[in-house]
C-alpha cells in the first residue's frame, strides 16, 4: 500500500510510504483487540484502595451496654460494623489488577487497529520536522493544515522531541508519542493517525 507523504504545509512532497500488507491489511482479529485493550486499562489501575475492617478498627473493647433488658438488639463492641465508626463488612481491598499477555497477541491487535485505520482512510504520513521552540500557535498551524485540528488525533514520532511534546500538551484532542510508546488504546483512541516518515520503518521492523 502506498500512501503520499506530506510536509507541515499539507502538501504533497511527490514521495510515497511504502505499507506492507502483511501490517496494515489483514484479516483484523477483534478478539486479540480486546484482550490488549483490556490489559492496558487493567495495567493503569492503582488497586490501592482500602477500608478498615472490624479488627483494625483503634477503639475500646468494653461492652458498650448490658446484653438483656434494653429493649434492642445486644451490641458487644464499639467497632460493630453496625455502628458508625465502626469497620466495614467485605469491603475493598489493595489488589493487583495486572494480568500476562502474549507478545504474538500484542502484535495481533497492534496490526489488526492500523488495518482498521488503513482501511477507514485514517493514516496520513508527515514528512520529518522539528520546531526551534515550544510554540503551540505553530503546532496549531500544522494541524490545520493537514484538516485534523477538529479531529482527535495522534501524531507518532521515532524518537522523543520535548519541542514537538511541549507544543501539544495544552491541547486536549492531540496527543504525541514516540513509536515505542505506542499502544492498540492510544491508536483506537484516535480518528486520525499521523506517523513521522522515519517513525513507518520503525513501526514495521518491530511489527515483523
Sequence with gaps: MK?????????????????KSSIFDIEPND????????????????????????WEIIGSTRK???????GTARAGSIKSPLFRGGGRIFGPQPKNYHFKL?????Q???????TYKA????IKILEDFSLDAPKTKEFVTILNNLEIRDKKSLIILNQ????????SRNLRDSKVLTINELTT????????????????DILQDILN
Design 108 to 114: 495481533l491487535a497492534r496490526k489488526s487497529v492500523l
Design 31 to 54: 478478539h486479540a483487540i480486546y484482550l490488549d485493550v483490556k490489559q492496558h486499562l487493567a495495567n493503569r489501575r492503582q488497586g490501592t484502595h482500602k477500608t478498615k475492617e472490624r
Design 102 to 106: 502474549n507478545k504474538k497477541v500484542k
Design 119 to 122: 482501511k477507514s482512510e485514517s
Design 3 to 19: 500512501v503520499s507523504v506530506l510536509n507541515i504545509e499539507g502538501k504533497d512532497t511527490g514521495k510515497k510510504a511504502d505499507l
Design 64 to 70: 458498650i451496654k448490658r446484653q438483656k433488658g434494653t
Design 160 to 167: 522523543p522531541n520535548k519541542n514537538i511534546y511541549l507544543s
Design 185 to 200: 488504546y492510544d491508536i483506537l483512541n484516535c480518528s486520525s493517525l499521523v506517523f513521522m516518515e522515519s517513525s513507518i
